[in-house]
């Protein structure tokens, strides 16, 4: 097998500075994350260190709901930021 590398190609990429996420885009990106971030802490616990005894603190609000919806909006947030269109005035590239 040949494997053929057009360089011109490789150099024309290499000009090019738009990125298909914005500066702003990666901002909502890492927010997202650590919302999500935040719902796994909020998940965390509620466990006991004997295993005979039986703790109904892990069946409270706080792991059964808020955090799986905590995570669910960090995803929706990482989603809709990698899937918004950029503004026209929005410029990637650097001044």
């Known amino acids: 097998m040949s494997y053929i590398i057009d360089f011109e190609l490789f150099l024309n990429m290499a000009d090019n500075s738009k990125m298909a996420i914005t500066k702003r885009g990666l901002k909502w990106i890492l927010m997202g994350f650590l919302v999500m971030l935040a719902g796994f ?28 919806v905590v995570i669910l909006c960090g995803v929706v947030i990482v989603i809709i930021a990698i899937m918004r269109r950029p503004v026209e005035g929005e410029d990637n590239s650097k001044k």
């Not at 509620?46 to 109904?56: I, R």
């Open 41 to 68: 802490i909020l998940m965390m616990g509620g466990g006991v260190k004997d295993p005979q005894v039986f703790n109904w603190s892990m069946f409270d609000f706080r792991h059964l709901v808020a955090a799986p």
